[in-house]
C-alpha cells in the first residue's frame, strides 16, 4: 500500500506569514497559572494517533499530547526526551537510558517494554506511515525498564532526528487497547505530554486538558488548550482580531502588516525548514512524461509568487533543502526565472488538472499559476474540492498536480527520502529514480556530514530537474498572537508547543 504525507495543504499558505525576525522567545513577568487558550489550526484533522498521521495541524497537536523519545530546541539541536543519555558509538546498536518514574496519563507506565511495542507497532501496523522513517530498526531489544537497544540492520545517520517527531512519539498500548477502532479519534489517557485529550468535535473544536502529573516539574502553565479548524485565512485574522482565538499558525501576507500595527496583537517570525510548491503525478499521464513536468516548472515565474502571493515574504526555493540547513547548496538554480520559449520547445500544447481547496490565497495562488502556464501553451484546469475529499484523492494518487506543501524536518533526510525515494512513504508522486535512491540511501548511512553534503547535493539537483514537485517558496515559522499570550517559543519546524506557554 502506497503512502502519502501532507504536511499541511495549501499552496504557498505558510510562505505568507512573514516579516521581522524575533528572538526565539518571548516572555515578560512572572508566570501566571490558569486559563486557556485556543489556536486556529487551517484544516481540520484527520487522526490524533501518529501511527497513521499525515497532516502538519495533527503534529502540532500531537506535540502537546504525546511525548518523543527525543526534542530539539530552537536551534534545531537534539536534546533528551522521554531518552535522557543515549551511546550511539555502535552504528548498528543504539543504546538509550530512558526517564523513570513517568507514567502516561491512563496511569500506565513508561518503560522499556513500551518504548519496544510502541516501535514494533510503528513498523508493523497495516496503516502505520512511520515504516520509512524506522526502516534501519531491525529490533528493540529491552535490557531493563530504563534500558533499550535500538539494534539496526544499517547505520542511519538520521534515526535520532526521526525519533524527535511522529515515529518517535510513545502512546500507552493500553490506550490503544481500550479505545480500540475508536483509539485515532479519541486517545483517551494516550500521552506522557503536558496536556491529555477530552473530546473532539470534527469542524468545531478539539479540547486538551492540563496533565497534572506532567513529569516535567511545574508545567504546564494553562489549565487546557482549545483547537479550532478555521480553513480561511481571512477568518482566521477575523477572529484573532475579535478575541474569538488566541494563536494562529498561519494567515494571508496581505494582513501582516496590519497584524504588526494592531498593539493588541504580536507578530514575529523566523525561517522555516520547509518548502512550498506542488506536485505533479509521475505514475499517469500527463506527467508521466517527465518533458511535461520540465515544462511546468519551466514556465512558473517563482519571483512572481513571491511578490503577488507572498507579498516579498520568504525566499525563492529551488529544492527541497532551505537557506537554513547544512545541506542547503546555493548553487543548485536547475530552474529560476521563468523561460517561457524553453518550455514551449520542451512541451507543450496539454492540458492537466490542478486539485486545490477553496482557501482565497489557494484560490490566488492557483489563478497565477494557471495564467502563467497559459503563456507556455500549458492549459491547467483548477479543480477545488473540500477538503477531506482533496486530502484522500491526493493520498491516493488520484491526481496530476496537487498543491501539497512540507513543514520540513531537522534533518535533510526528512525533507528528501520519504518524498523521492522509490516506495517512501510520502511518494505520492510515485517518482523513481535509481540513482537518486542510491544518493539517499548512502546520506542516510554515512555518519561523515561532508560526504551526505555531497549525496543531498545530487540528490535533489536530480529531483529538481526531473520535476516530480515544483518548488516555488521557502517559508517562515511565526508567532500570530494576542499580546495576552506569554513565553512562546518560536520553532523553525512550525509547531506550536504550549507546555511553557502562559496567558496573562
Known amino acids: 500500500m502506497r503512502r502519502v504525507a501532507f504536511a499541511f495543504i495549501g499552496l504557498l499558505l505558510l510562505a505568507a506569514c512573514g516579516g521581522t525576525s524575533g528572538g526565539t522567545t518571548t516572555s515578560s513577568g512572572t508566570p501566571q497559572r490558569g486559563g486557556t487558550a485556543t489556536i486556529a489550526l487551517e484544516s481540520e484533522l484527520h487522526t490524533l494517533d501518529p501511527l497513521d498521521s499525515s497532516l502538519l495541524v495533527e503534529r502540532e497537536v500531537f506535540y502537546n499530547i504525546y511525548d518523543a523519545l527525543f526534542t530539539i530546541d530552537p536551534s534545531l539541536k537534539i536534546k533528551a526526551g522521554l531518552v535522557k543519555a543515549w551511546d550511539v558509538s555502535d552504528p548498528l546498536n543504539y543504546k538509550f537510558t530512558l526517564q523513570s518514574g513517568i507514567q502516561y496519563q491512563d496511569g500506565t507506565p513508561f ?50 532526528a526521526t525519533l524527535v517527531d511522529r515515529a518517535g512519539m510513545m502512546v500507552s498500548l493500553d490506550a490503544v487497547a481500550k479505545g480500540g477502532a475508536n483509539f485515532s479519534l479519541a486517545p483517551v489517557g494516550a500521552g506522557s505530554g503536558p496536556f491529555e485529550f477530552v473530546e473532539w468535535k470534527r469542524n468545531d473544536h478539539l479540547t486538551l486538558k492540563k496533565n497534572p502529573s506532567y513529569w516535567r516539574s511545574g508545567l504546564p502553565y494553562l489549565d487546557g488548550v482549545t483547537y479550532r479548524a478555521i480553513p480561511d485565512v481571512n477568518a482566521i485574522v477575523a477572529a484573532l482580531k475579535t478575541g474569538d482565538i488566541d494563536i494562529a499558525r498561519t494567515i494571508g501576507a496581505k494582513d501582516v502588516a496590519g497584524v504588526k500595527a494592531n498593539t493588541s496583537l504580536a507578530y514575529r517570525d523566523t525561517p522555516a525548514i520547509g518548502f512550498n510548491g506542488f506536485e505533479l503525478n509521475a505514475g499517469a499521464p500527463p506527467f508521466n512524461d517527465p518533458a511535461k513536468r520540465q515544462a511546468v516548472a519551466l514556465a512558473i515565474d517563482r519571483y512572481s509568487i513571491l511578490k503577488n502571493i507572498n507579498f516579498n515574504i520568504g525566499v525563492v526555493a529551488y529544492g527541497p533543502i532551505p537557506p537554513s540547513s547544512w545541506a542547503f547548496d546555493s548553487s543548485e538554480k536547475v530552474y529560476d526565472h521563468a523561460d517561457i520559449q524553453k518550455a514551449k520547445s520542451t512541451s507543450t500544447g496539454f492540458t492537466f488538472t490542478f486539485k486545490t481547496t477553496s482557501d482565497p490565497v489557494n484560490q490566488q495562488a492557483a489563478q497565477l499559476l494557471q495564467s502563467e502556464l497559459a503563456q507556455a501553451g500549458i492549459t491547467m484546469q483548477i479543480q477545488t474540492e473540500e477538503f477531506a475529499t482533496y486530502q484522500q484523492e491526493c493520498a491516493n494518487h488520484q491526481f496530476q498536480a496537487c498543491n501539497v506543501n512540507w513543514s520540513g524536518r531537522i534533518d535533510p533526510d526528512g525533507n528528501m527520502y520519504a518524498w523521492w525515494h522509490t516506495g517512501g512513504d510520502f511518494n505520492d508522486s510515485l517518482y523513481s529514480n535509481s540513482q537518486v535512491d542510491a544518493w539517499l540511501d548512502d546520506a542516510r548511512t554515512n555518519a561523515d556530514q561532508s560526504k551526505r553534503k555531497q549525496d543531498y547535493d545530487s540528490a535533489q539537483k536530480q529531483i529538481a530537474q526531473d520535476a516530480p514537485y515544483v518548488f516555488t517558496t521557502f517559508g517562515v515559522s511565526a508567532q500570530i498572537s494576542d499580546t495576552k499570550i506569554h513565553n512562546f517559543t518560536l520553532y523553525p519546524d512550525l509547531m506550536i508547543r504550549m507546555a511553557e506557554v502562559w496567558k496573562g
Open 111 to 160: 518503560n522499556g517494554a513500551s518504548v519496544k511495542a510502541n516501535i514494533d507497532r510503528y513498523k508493523t501496523a497495516a496503516n502505520s506511515r512511520r515504516k520509512s522513517d524506522l526502516s534501519s530498526v531491525k529490533s528493540v531489544e529491552v535490557v531493563d525498564d530504563t534500558h533499550v537497544i535500538f539494534h539496526l540492520s544499517k547505520p542511519n545517520a538520521t534515526l535520532l
